[in-house]
Each structure stands twice: as C-alpha cells, then as structure tokens.
C-alpha cells in the first residue's frame, strides 16, 4: 500500500514538469509542368520556413526551367528532364515569384509563399543563445528533470527505510 501511495504521489509531482519539444518536421512541395498550357502545376505554393520546393518534370517536348526573379533559386538551363530543389531557410518568409525563362512571356509564372515558423533550436544552441544573453549557466538549465529524479531517490529511500524498521 505505501509503494502504490509513494508511486501516485511521484506521478503526481512530476505531471507537467517533463517537457518534451516536438521535432518539426519538415515538408517537400512539388511543382511540376503543364504542357499543354505551359503553366506550373500548381502555381501557387504555400509552405513553411524548412520545407523545400521541388520542380520535376520528365519526357516534355519543350524545355523548362524555374528561376525565381531575385536569384533566390534558379534551377539551370531549360531541360526536358529535370528534379530540381530548393529548401527555404528559417530566416526566408515572404513571398517569391518564380518563371520558366523560355515561356516567360506566354504566362508560365508561379509564385511561392513561405510561412514564418520558430526554427527549431538543439540544445547546444539553445544554451549559447541563453548564455549570450547574459544569464548564468546555472540560470540556463533545466532543473525539473533534477528534482524530479531527486523526488525519486528520497521516496525510494524513505520506503526502503520504512520496509527495514516496520
């Protein structure tokens, strides 16, 4: 009976102490060629900072090619074959305007938009930016994994001890 109450009034500690942060996972958005229209399929992207755009396209009769109107990304000469990508960095949210060089001037245009997300931090760089911001290593650490394991010795301890003396 007082390991189930010693074990529920553990539990009961460390509800909501524990953090565990979500990897964010990224995504690859693909855009590929409408030769008939000569239109990018789909035109318009929405995506998040992380993820990457990819074009591909294979066996067309004209080349393509996807450049983006300030240099973000250019995927080369037109080519009838192609599997080009581009990963937008967490620092890149805006909108980008993209086009096929050759059919340019008949409409093949496209325009991408990139979400703003928090970029995910490993825990060296999450120590360094709280370190150069000032605060101390011991202000800098997690210390709710430390007490909760503490919390467990002192119980264990306390029912080992109650199990010699009873």
């Known amino acids: 009976m007082r390991r189930l109450l010693c074990f529920t009034i553990i539990l009961c500690l460390l509800q909501g102490n524990l953090e565990f942060e979500m ?44 450049v983006e109107e300030n240099g973000v990304f250019d995927s080369g000469d037109p080519e009838r074959d192609l599997d080009f990508g581009h990963v937008f960095d967490y620092d890149s949210a805006g909108t980008y305007n993209f086009f096929c060089e050759p059919h340019e001037s008949v409409g093949m245009l496209g325009s991408v ?54």
Request: charged fraction near 15%; glycine fraction near 6%; proline fraction near 4%.
């Open 23 to 66: 990897e964010q996972e990224t995504e690859t958005h693909v855009v590929t060629v409408d030769s008939t229209n000569l239109r990018f399929n789909p035109s318009t992207v929405t995506l998040n900072e992380g993820d990457t755009l990819r074009f591909v396209w294979g066996g067309q009769a004209l080349p393509h090619n996807s």
């Open 113 to 166: 938009t990139v979400l703003d997300v928090e970029a995910p931090m490993d825990d060296q760089q999450n120590n360094s930016a709280n370190m150069s911001s000032g605060q101390s290593m011991e202000a800098a650490m997690n210390w709710e994994p430390v007490y909760a394991v503490g919390l467990i010795v002192l119980f264990s301890a306390a029912t080992w001890r109650a199990r010699i003396y009873d």
